[in-house]
């Protein structure tokens, strides 16, 4: 296994209009905002109490741990601003068959404007040439049909419904699983 801990700490990507860059403490009122929005988490995750809230995104800012399976997130911002819009992570599902997970959340006043898509595909560019993933996965729940609209967008392949899988306000969704090689992804650049 490649030691990626130096890479991923100065990690800062730009694309036309977007930066990508590690969060800092600068970040965590706003990260804080985001993560207990319902219009945000509604298809992510559950609201849980303030200190859960800082804890999560103080990890989030923390260097990354560089074991497999800790999870590593960026802030995208425009290129000319310095607040999160939202951001993109991923995790090391594992090193041996170097494949990862991937994931994404914005505000939703910056949603429908391709920001997301323009966030992801410097982002996974990054993840394959850069790091050299073999394969990258995403996972969403079956009612978030703009987070299965955007795997589609980046070359993903459905590849399992996982049923009743997980919960959001006590209610059980399917999750959709899909995922990418880096041949597809070059596709869904053309």
Avoid at 32 to 55: F, G, K, L, Q, S
Wanted: charged content about 25%; overall charge negative; proline content about 2%.
């Amino acid at each position: 296994m490649q030691d990626f801990t130096q890479i991923i700490s100065t990690l800062h990507l730009t694309s036309s209009r977007l930066c990508l860059r590690r969060f800092n403490q600068q970040d965590l009122a706003l990260q804080i905002e985001h993560e207990t929005n319902p219009d945000i988490m509604r298809y992510i995750a559950d609201i849980v109490d303030i200190n859960a809230t800082t804890e999560k995104i103080n990890n989030l800012i923390a260097p990354w741990s560089g074991k497999e399976g800790d999870w590593a997130g960026f802030a995208v911002t425009l290129k000319d601003e310095s607040d999160a819009m939202g951001m993109v992570c991923f995790r090391f599902d594992s090193f041996e068959f170097m494949r990862v997970e991937v994931g994404y959340r914005f505000h939703p006043q910056y949603q429908g404007k391709g920001y997301c898509l323009e966030a992801m595909r410097a982002f996974m560019s990054f993840l394959f040439y850069q790091l050299n993933v073999r394969k990258a996965s995403a996972y969403c729940v079956d009612a978030n049909a703009a987070s299965e609209h955007m795997m589609k967008k980046l070359g993903m392949q459905k590849e399992a419904v996982l049923r009743a899988h997980s919960t959001l306000g006590g209610i059980w969704y399917d999750e959709l699983v899909y995922g990418v090689f880096k041949q597809e992804f070059e596709q869904s650049l053309l």
